[in-house]
């Protein structure tokens, strides 16, 4: 369907960064006076940090009169690291934005393992402050908070401190956090710099990974088959490096596990619940939930498959447009920024004027480029607080839902910029919150504007892809995630050992809903090979299902919700993720019933859709 709504004539929005507020290029000058800068600044907050070793076997039972003294040192620590963190995270974001667009640019790639030793030095320097915090007693802690300038860490520091039992010494944490750099860190660089680089042959043509992925969701079934093909073949080739890399993160993973299980027995996903703020039990709930509704998105890929002429979908089809959709419909990207601005506004104005500001400001990267990276995603400059998008547009409908959820990130981001760092730092499994509710709100305007069953199905053929995507999908991946871990306490896990893998774990979401697997999925999927975060999956499931829970209070809440939800957006920086359900929702995430709820408003968009393709079939 192509849309009705248009920008004005005159506006032409930028499809690059402009990102020369900070430097004028990767090989600019200050870039690398900023780094000796920071080199310096990092020894000093070192030796600020000498203070808290000195004290550390001790901390638990400090003396009062002690108290005053380390309080005016942890501030001077604390302010000493924002600082430092600003300029480290402007001139991190820029170069890591740089390589977005050209994987193969020299200045940056010379600059992007310094920076990660940087950030490793600036932790190696913080460890006795750190460390400390962790051991300090409760009446320190109390004593701590009751400074003003330092009562915005006050979540932060009560979240680490669960993790007090897991503590080595001082030397040995600076040793881990120094050895990642460039051990466990240079595996996922190795990753990101081959998928910039590797060539998919796609019908006699050579495209970047990037532009073949966008390839999934053409109009014709060859050339989707064609785009899926060649991304295979091309990462077919690599998957000797790719399991190697597999096998150092996850062994790296494992062995730090084991080293701080020294007061506890600890499971591998423990680390991961605390990093995405949420409890074992709620992640038990969220999984068991979803596999007992797993005919959802069966249901959604086999009227989908109906809707293509096809028994059962075929791998390469499950990002295919809508068949109603007829020729392709070109949507250029000022034409998609009037859209989501228009939808954004039904919910409020600033959120709608934001998207459009977000374009007119050059702060969405979206023009194909020669070794871009794949995928898309949201970051920040850290001063001033500012936003940037990055997505490969090439005007298909998917492209539009994508921008949709980038830009729900940015907002997001945009809401709690007069928050300190510490207070804004939230983790993925809410992260996903403010994305996939700009999705859904993108998703019911065009519906409202539909007016025939074959322009709604164009639109509900969205809900039934995500539906497949986040039901089946993403479980999936977790389930490889899993069985790959696993595997690994045994021992090395070798490329075909990871196909198999790859195809039981499909087996068991997917079951007979598809024509065939991807079995070479470990490869082509950058999430298995991120190093800074493991299980990154899961928290797309649960964004999206606590999305769409919150999207559902609209009416309860009327001309009161818009609020409700800015300050729950606010507070996912300073609230476990049950506290802040408890707080603004009074729901228990820990109970199934949170999630089947969520998951029965899936069921009717599916339902939905299954009559619009019978609707249309029918004529």
């Given amino acids: 369907m192509q849309t009705t709504v248009r920008p004005p004539a005159s506006a032409s929005f930028p499809q690059t960064w402009n990102n020369s507020q900070f430097f004028s290029g990767t090989d600019d000058p200050a870039i690398a006076t900023t780094i000796e800068t920071l080199k310096s600044d990092i020894t000093s907050i070192g030796t600020a940090c000498m203070p808290f070793m000195a004290v550390i076997e001790t901390a638990d039972a400090l003396d009062s009169s002690e108290f005053t003294a380390l309080i005016d040192q942890a501030n001077t620590v604390y302010q000493q690291r924002k600082d430092i ?24 790639n010379a600059w992007m393992p310094i920076l990660q030793k940087l950030s490793a030095d600036l932790s190696e320097a913080l460890t006795p402050y750190n460390v400390f915090l962790l051991r300090a007693s409760e009446d320190f802690i109390t004593a701590l908070l009751s400074n003003p300038d330092l009562s915005e860490t006050a979540f932060s520091i009560h979240h680490s401190r669960k993790l007090k039992d897991q ?25 990101s710099e081959l998928a910039g680089t590797l060539k998919c042959d796609i019908q006699g043509e050579s495209t970047g990974l990037a532009q073949a992925a966008n390839l999934l969701s053409h109009s014709r079934s060859e050339t989707r088959r064609a785009a899926w093909e060649g991304i295979r073949s091309a990462w077919s080739g690599h998957q000797p490096a790719v399991a190697a890399g597999l096998n150092a993160i996850n062994g790296w993973r494992l062995e730090e596990t084991q080293k701080r299980s020294h007061h506890r027995k600890l499971h591998y996903l423990d680390k991961s619940c605390h990093q995405s703020r949420i409890e074992r039990e709620t992640l038990d709930a969220l999984m068991e939930t979803t596999y007992q509704n797993r005919d959802i998105g069966h249901r959604a890929l086999a009227a989908m498959a109906k809707a293509l002429g096809q028994e059962k979908i075929n791998p390469w089809d499950t990002m295919a447009p809508a068949p109603a959709a007829g020729k392709e419909a070109v949507i250029e990207f000022e034409e998609a920024i009037a859209l989501i601005s228009d939808a954004f ?37 850290s001063d001033p607080r500012e936003p940037r998008i990055f997505l490969t547009y090439e005007g298909t409908m998917d492209n539009v839902i994508i921008l949709a959820h980038e ?18 730092r939230y983790p993925m499994t809410l992260a996903e919150t403010a994305s996939i509710f700009a999705e859904t709100l993108v998703r019911d305007a065009l519906m409202n504007r539909a007016t025939t069953p074959a322009q709604q199905l164009e639109i509900a053929w969205q809900d039934a892809q995500s539906a497949a995507v986040f039901l089946l999908n993403i479980p999936a991946r977790f389930e ?62 649960f964004g999206y299902l606590f999305s769409l829970g919150i999207y559902a209070q609209q009416a309860a809440y009327g001309d009161q919700f818009n609020q409700r939800y800015t300050n729950l957006l606010r507070d996912t920086g300073t609230l476990t993720a049950e506290e802040l359900v408890q707080q603004h929702l009074q729901k228990d995430l820990r109970q199934p019933q949170f999630w089947q709820d969520s998951l029965t408003i899936v069921e009717k968009s599916v339902a939905h859709f299954e009559q619009l393709v019978a609707q249309v079939e029918a004529g």
Wanted: proline share 3%.
């Fill in 407 to 424: 830009l729900g990130h940015a907002w997001h981001n945009w809401v709690m910029r007069d928050l300190s760092a510490i207070e804004s």
């Fill in 85 to 108: 963190q600003k300029r480290l995270g402007n001139v991190s974001t820029y170069i890591y934005t740089a390589l977005s667009t050209d994987t193969q640019d020299a200045s940056a």
């Fill in 345 to 381: 506004t039904q919910l409020t104005p600033a959120m709608g004027e934001f998207a459009t500001m977000m374009a007119q400001k050059g702060w969405i990267d979206g023009q194909p480029t020669p070794n871009r990276a794949t995928g898309a995603y949201c970051t920040k400059f």
């Fill in 480 to 541: 490889f995630e899993k069985r790959l871990v696993e595997a690994r306490k045994v021992g090395t896990v070798r490329p075909a050992q990871l196909c198999k893998m790859m195809d039981a774990s499909w087996q068991l979401w997917f079951e007979e809903s598809l024509s065939e697997y991807d079995d070479l999925f470990w490869a082509s999927k950058l999430h298995f090979s991120i190093s800074g975060l493991g299980f990154y999956n899961y928290p797309y499931l």
């Fill in 167 to 191: 503590l080595l010494s001082v030397a040995e944490e600076q040793l881990i956090t120094g050895l990642a750099t460039n051990g466990l860190h240079a595996w996922g660089n190795l990753y």
